[in-house]
Structure formats: C-alpha cells, structure tokens
C-alpha cells in the first residue's frame, strides 16, 4: 500500500497487453513452423527415402528442391482452400446480418402499416393497406397475416345488414348505391389487394362472410376457397373472377356480372341469383340447390354434373348450355 505506483501501469492494461501480444505470437510460431516444413523436413524425407544411399550432391540438392517444392504447392493449395473457407464464412455472416436487417425493416414496416389502418383519414388507411399489400408481395412469412388483416379490415368496415350512418340502408334501391370504390375506397383497396394476394396463399379458407359488398369491383380477382356465406353482393362486378369451391351460401348476387368467371365446385346453396349474368361460367359440379335463378342469363354456361335440385329457372335464359349429367329434380323451368 506504501509503494510508489510511478512508472507502472495499471492491472488493468495487462489484459490488453497480453491480447496485443497474442496474434504477433501466433504469426512468430506460425513462420517459424513454416520454416521448419520448408527448410528442414524436405531434406528429412530424402534422407529417409535414401535409407544411407550414396548419391551426388547435385542429385541430392535437386531431390531437396523437388520436395520443397511440392510442399509450398502443398502450403498454398492449404492457404487458398483456408481463404476460401474464411471468405465464405464471412459471406454467410453478411448474409444472415443483412437478413436480420431486413426482418427489423420489414418488421417496422408492418407495425407501421396497421397502425395507419385505424387513422381517421381515408388516405392514410389506403396508404397502410397498400403498404400491407407490398409487404405481403415481397415476404412471404408475412402474406398469410396480411390477407387475414385484409379480410378482418373487410368484415369491421362493411358489415351486413349496413350499422354506420354513411353506409346505404340494406333496403336502398341497388341503382341508388354507389359503387363500392366510390362510398368506401379504403375497402375497396382491401378487396383488390385481398383478391391478388389469394392466387399464392396457403391457408385453405379466408372469411369474408357477412359483408357488403354490393357493387364491388372484383373483375379478375381469385378469391377461391373464400366464405362469402350471407353476404350482400347485388350488381357486384365479378367478370373472369375466380371462385372455385368458394362458400356463397345464401349470398345476394341479384343482377350480378359473373360472365366467364370460374365457379368450379363453388356452393350457392339458397343463393338469390335472379337477373344476374352468368354468360359461359364455369358451374361444373357447382351446388346450386334451391337458388334462385329466375331471369338469370345462363346462356353458354357449363353447368356439367351441377346441382340444381329445387333451383328456381323460371325465365331465365339457357340457350347453349351444358346441363349434362346436372341434377335438375323438382327445378322449375316455366319459361
């Protein structure tokens, strides 16, 4: 405790020093077995592959030289397999740090994103569904948890029978509704991204039931697999749609566009169909059961080994169809 601490360091540098010290160690012992492989073993190997054998020093030097050679062949193949290793090792690091980096990003990204779903500008809710929709696009661990939360999004903001006071009364006029992308764009957005995002999905079944979506604009989406049970879709645009084995039980698609859409195995059981356009769809094998067809346009429609017991064509329009191997008991036809 008396003694002058003048002129010395602390403990506390010794540690540093000894790790400063450490890698000029290593490279000293590192040259010196170097030397020893190429300087000393190739004339121990001759030595020992001579066995005492006389020969002329030039033949002796040359054996020495070819050995030596071989091991600095050797050494560098050594080297380069090392620095293709470490290279590769450190590649991999980059690569999973970059990846974390990503998985921050997108993770803040989609935080960000659902918080602006509950903003009171519609802009800002538009953003962040668009947002949801590129996340979705760009990282597939996120795309089943995107079309949930646009489902979920759908089902909140247009239930059915209509609740909000800006929402057209479930006994409006369909002619005095305006269509969907003009009342509600944010679900609108919603429906669209929701209809793409489908084509690539895993999960066998999103719900969209209970939901109004009359005049909705749903031209070319694939939405098949989707419960659509109960749903208001009066005068919705579902052109070249896809809804194959989609659950449309007891939906309203009065006066609807489905021409050329895709309705394979799909159930409109109870179904109010009347007037609606269902030019050269796919209706193979589809339950039509006890729906309602009346003044529906069927015209070229393949309807093959479809259900339609109890369905009700009165008026409607089957010229060209295909009603082979269809189930028609107790249909009324009148008309």
Avoid at 237 to 249: C, D, E, K, M, R
Avoid at 279 to 295: F, G, I, S
Avoid at 296 to 315: E, F, V
Wanted: net charge positive.
């Amino acid at each position: 405790m008396g003694r002058s601490s003048r002129g010395s360091r602390p403990w506390r540098d010794r540690p540093a020093r000894r790790r400063a010290v450490a890698p000029l160690l290593v490279g000293v012992l590192g040259l010196a077995v170097l030397g020893v492989v190429l300087v000393v073993l190739p004339g121990v190997l001759v030595g020992h592959d001579l066995a005492g054998a006389s020969v002329a020093a030039q033949d002796r030097l040359k054996a020495v030289n070819d050995v030596r050679t071989t091991l600095v062949q050797a050494v560098g193949g050594m080297v380069l397999l090392f620095g293709a290793y470490a290279t590769w090792r450190q590649l991999r690091v980059n690569q999973d740090g970059l990846r974390a980096t990503q998985e921050g990003y997108i993770t803040d990204r989609f935080s960000r994103a659902v918080d602006q779903l509950g903003s009171d500008k519609l802009e800002t809710r538009i953003g962040g569904l668009h947002a949801l929709w590129r996340i979705a696009e760009h990282s597939a661990r996120d795309r089943e948890a995107v079309i949930s939360i646009k489902a979920a999004y759908l089902r909140t903001h247009l239930p059915w029978p209509p609740t909000g006071q800006e929402a057209p009364a479930a006994d409006t006029p369909i002619n005095d509704v305006v269509p969907l992308e003009v009342r509600a764009a944010d679900a609108q957005v919603a429906l669209t991204g929701l209809g793409a995002l489908c084509r690539h999905r895993e999960q066998p079944w999103v719900n969209l039931g209970v939901t109004d979506l009359r005049r909705a604009d749903c031209d070319g989406l694939w939405l098949p697999g989707v419960n659509l049970d109960r749903s208001c879709m009066e005068a919705a645009g579902l052109y070249h749609a896809n809804l194959t084995q989609a659950s449309l039980v007891s939906v309203n698609l009065r006066h609807a566009d489905l021409k050329t859409a895709v309705l394979r195995r799909a159930r409109f059981a109870l179904a109010d169909l009347r007037g609606a356009r269902l030019v050269e769809t796919d209706l193979r094998d589809a339950d039509l059961t006890k729906a309602d067809l009346r003044e529906a346009n069927l015209r070229k429609a393949d309807a093959g080994g479809a259900d339609l017991s109890g369905a009700d064509l009165r008026l409607a329009d089957l010229r060209g169809t295909d009603l082979s191997t269809a189930d028609l008991l107790r249909a009324r036809l009148t008309g």
